[in-house]
């Protein structure tokens, strides 16, 4: 397992993983975060709003909030979320049962961070929220690429990351941030992105047939798809 992924694989039980990977979000506020999540996704990008039957995964999961909301906005019969931490993918499993949400509704994968478990255009939707920004630059753009792989031709992709923006209002320094990923610490690694790099990802090297990058605060959205929006 690469470094950076090692910090989501730490052994802890459903209710620290809860407490831990949600920006500080209490407990009592998780579905309410999930929701606001899913709202904004479709409200920056409207045209991406999947059918109750679409084949749809999130890259990185955590325990499943996001996909609760997506599937209670959407009607989708199922989503998969993957995952490349195996702890986060038991607690995740966990938390659908105590729950008692439907178990065949929200289903949880296992990856190597690298190739994505489908075949050429077999997907509908992708969606990552506050995944990504913690993974290496190339692993991130190698995930890109493989969603666009995976693509159905009407399919499209969103994802949601970290802008340079924000760096001077976080708690964080910038020294410590680099020398942990340079000496491959495992703790939460934070990636920065900002519109010229993704327009130009997503235009010269994804090659999308259409995509929008929409800076959002401290976060930096972007959405593509095979197709041209109609
Ligand atoms: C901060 S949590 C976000 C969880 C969820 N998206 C949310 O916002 O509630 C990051 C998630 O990404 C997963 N993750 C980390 N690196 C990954 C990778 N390379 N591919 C897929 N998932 C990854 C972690 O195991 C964890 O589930």
Same mark, same amino acid.
């Given at each position: 397992?690469?470094?950076?992924?090692?910090?989501?694989?730490?052994?802890?039980?459903?209710?620290?993983?809860?407490?831990?990977?949600?920006?500080?979000?209490?407990?009592?506020?998780?579905?309410?975060?999930?929701?606001?999540?899913?709202?904004?996704?479709?409200?920056?990008?409207? *045209?991406?709003?999947?059918?109750?039957?679409?084949?749809?995964?999130?890259?990185?999961?955590?325990?499943?909030?996001?996909?609760?909301?997506?599937?209670?906005?959407?009607?989708?019969?199922?989503?998969?979320?993957?995952?490349?931490?195996?702890?986060?993918?038991?607690?995740?499993?966990?938390?659908?049962?105590?729950?008692?949400?439907?178990?065949?509704?929200?289903?949880?994968?296992?990856?190597?961070?690298?190739?994505?478990? *489908?075949?050429?255009?077999?997907?509908?939707?992708?969606?990552?929220?506050?995944?990504?920004?913690?993974?290496?630059?190339?692993?991130?753009?190698?995930?890109?690429?493989? !969603?666009?792989?995976?693509?159905?031709?009407?399919?499209?992709?969103?994802?949601?990351?970290?802008?340079?923006?924000?760096? +001077?209002? !976080?708690?964080?320094?910038?020294?410590?941030?680099?020398?942990?990923?340079?000496?491959?610490?495992?703790?939460? *690694?934070?990636?920065?992105?900002?519109?010229?790099?993704?327009?130009?990802?997503?235009?010269?090297?994804?090659?999308?047939?259409?995509?929008?990058?929409? +800076?959002?605060?401290?976060?930096?959205?972007?959405?593509?798809?095979?197709?041209?929006?109609?």
């Amino acid at each position: 397992m690469h470094d950076a992924f090692a910090t989501w694989d730490t052994g802890e039980s459903l209710e620290a993983i809860e407490a831990r990977i949600h920006d500080g979000v209490s407990n009592d506020k998780l579905r309410e975060r999930g929701r606001g999540y899913v709202t904004h996704m479709f409200k920056l990008f409207p *045209w991406v709003r999947p059918s109750a039957d679409a084949a749809i995964v999130e890259v990185g999961p955590g325990v499943g909030y996001i996909m609760e909301a997506l599937a209670k906005e959407t009607g989708a019969v199922r989503i998969t979320g993957l995952d490349v931490a195996p702890n986060m993918v038991a607690r995740a499993r966990e938390r659908i049962k105590r729950d008692c949400l439907p178990e065949g509704r929200f289903e949880f994968a296992l990856y190597d961070g690298v190739t994505l478990p *489908w075949a050429d255009g077999s997907v509908d939707f992708f969606y990552s929220v506050a995944a990504i920004q913690h993974i290496p630059k190339p692993h991130a753009y190698n995930l890109f690429l493989e !969603m666009h792989r995976c693509l159905k031709p009407t399919g499209s992709s969103v994802v949601h990351l970290l802008s340079w923006d924000i760096l +001077p209002q !976080m708690h964080l320094s910038f020294a410590d941030e680099i020398r942990h990923q340079v000496t491959g610490t495992p703790t939460h *690694w934070h990636h920065f992105y900002d519109r010229v790099e993704l327009e130009t990802v997503l235009g010269h090297g994804v090659k999308a047939a259409d995509f929008q990058v929409v +800076p959002d605060g401290g976060a930096i959205w972007c959405a593509w798809g095979k197709q041209r929006r109609r």
